[in-house]
Protein backbone atom coordinates (compact mmCIF):
# COMPACT_ATOMS: atom_id res chain seq x y z
CA UNK A 1 0.00 0.00 0.00
CA UNK A 2 0.89 3.05 -0.91
CA UNK A 3 0.13 7.13 -1.51
CA UNK A 4 1.40 10.41 -2.87
CA UNK A 5 0.74 14.25 -2.53
CA UNK A 6 2.29 16.95 -4.14
CA UNK A 7 2.08 19.63 -2.59
CA UNK A 8 3.10 23.69 -3.22
CA UNK A 9 3.84 25.40 -0.66
CA UNK A 10 5.42 24.25 3.11
CA UNK A 11 2.48 25.33 5.82
CA UNK A 12 -0.82 26.81 6.10
CA UNK A 13 -1.30 30.47 7.43
CA UNK A 14 -4.44 29.67 8.87
CA UNK A 15 -5.97 32.16 6.70
CA UNK A 16 -8.99 30.23 4.53
CA UNK A 17 -9.10 26.91 4.35
CA UNK A 18 -6.51 24.19 5.50
CA UNK A 19 -5.91 22.61 1.87
CA UNK A 20 -3.59 19.66 0.99
CA UNK A 21 -1.45 22.67 -1.18
CA UNK A 22 0.11 23.35 2.23
CA UNK A 23 2.56 20.49 2.83
CA UNK A 24 1.63 20.29 6.78
CA UNK A 25 -2.10 19.83 6.07
CA UNK A 26 -0.81 17.00 2.95
CA UNK A 27 1.26 15.02 5.09
CA UNK A 28 -1.10 14.77 7.90
CA UNK A 29 -4.32 14.06 6.03
CA UNK A 30 -2.06 11.07 3.55
CA UNK A 31 -0.37 9.81 7.23
CA UNK A 32 -4.40 10.03 8.68
CA UNK A 33 -5.48 7.96 5.46
CA UNK A 34 -2.83 5.97 5.53
CA UNK A 35 -3.24 4.51 9.44
CA UNK A 36 -7.07 4.58 8.30
CA UNK A 37 -6.48 1.85 5.76
CA UNK A 38 -5.00 -0.20 8.65
CA UNK A 39 -1.46 0.72 7.65
CA UNK A 40 1.12 -0.62 10.33
CA UNK A 41 2.50 2.87 11.26
CA UNK A 42 6.25 0.91 12.44
CA UNK A 43 6.61 -0.32 8.74
CA UNK A 44 5.89 3.05 6.94
CA UNK A 45 8.56 4.56 5.16
CA UNK A 46 8.60 8.07 3.38
CA UNK A 47 10.06 9.52 0.54
CA UNK A 48 10.94 13.35 -0.62
CA UNK A 49 11.10 14.04 -4.06
CA UNK A 50 11.35 17.48 -6.17
CA UNK A 51 11.51 20.74 -4.06
CA UNK A 52 13.40 22.00 -7.26
CA UNK A 53 13.59 25.60 -8.35
CA UNK A 54 11.54 25.85 -11.61
CA UNK A 55 11.28 29.61 -11.25
CA UNK A 56 15.07 29.29 -12.30
CA UNK A 57 17.26 32.60 -12.29
CA UNK A 58 15.09 34.43 -10.67
CA UNK A 59 16.21 35.82 -7.55
CA UNK A 60 13.49 35.29 -4.79
CA UNK A 61 14.06 36.41 -0.88
CA UNK A 62 12.95 32.97 0.16
CA UNK A 63 13.40 28.99 -1.84
CA UNK A 64 9.72 28.00 -1.47
CA UNK A 65 11.02 24.40 -2.72
CA UNK A 66 13.92 24.11 -0.05
CA UNK A 67 11.14 25.14 2.71
CA UNK A 68 8.81 22.35 1.32
CA UNK A 69 11.83 19.91 1.60
CA UNK A 70 12.43 21.09 5.19
CA UNK A 71 8.63 20.34 5.93
CA UNK A 72 8.89 17.00 4.48
CA UNK A 73 12.01 16.31 6.36
CA UNK A 74 10.50 17.65 9.58
CA UNK A 75 7.19 15.51 9.33
CA UNK A 76 8.92 12.51 8.84
CA UNK A 77 11.36 12.66 11.64
CA UNK A 78 8.39 14.09 14.52
CA UNK A 79 6.42 10.96 13.09
CA UNK A 80 9.35 8.74 13.22
CA UNK A 81 8.92 7.53 9.70
CA UNK A 82 11.95 6.31 8.20
CA UNK A 83 13.47 8.48 4.96
CA UNK A 84 13.98 5.53 2.51
CA UNK A 85 14.98 8.24 -0.59
CA UNK A 86 16.15 11.63 -0.88
CA UNK A 87 16.11 13.11 -4.55
CA UNK A 88 15.50 17.04 -4.27
CA UNK A 89 16.80 20.30 -5.53
CA UNK A 90 17.79 21.52 -8.97
CA UNK A 91 16.02 23.90 -11.72
CA UNK A 92 13.55 20.98 -13.75
CA UNK A 93 10.34 20.03 -12.93
CA UNK A 94 10.40 16.36 -11.92
CA UNK A 95 7.83 13.87 -12.78
CA UNK A 96 6.97 11.23 -10.73
CA UNK A 97 5.77 7.50 -11.34
CA UNK A 98 4.60 5.87 -8.11
CA UNK A 99 2.75 2.62 -8.09
CA UNK A 100 1.25 1.69 -4.59
CA UNK A 101 0.66 -1.61 -5.01
CA UNK A 102 4.38 -2.40 -6.00
CA UNK A 103 6.41 0.28 -4.55
CA UNK A 104 7.92 0.83 -8.27
CA UNK A 105 8.75 4.57 -8.11
CA UNK A 106 10.18 6.04 -11.71
CA UNK A 107 11.35 9.64 -12.18
CA UNK A 108 12.07 11.66 -15.04
CA UNK A 109 14.01 15.03 -15.20
CA UNK A 110 11.19 17.41 -17.17
CA UNK A 111 13.03 20.25 -19.31
CA UNK A 112 10.95 23.12 -19.69
CA UNK A 113 10.54 25.04 -23.30
Not at 39 to 58: A, E, F, K, P, Y
Not at 77 to 105: M, P, R, Y
Request: charge should be positive.
Amino acid sequence: MGGINHYMLPTWDGKGIPTPRYGDVANDLLLKRMLMLKCDSTHLSGMILGGNNVIGSRKLPYHIGQQNINQAKAFLNDKNIKISKIQVGGTTALKVLFDTQTGELKLKQVQQQ
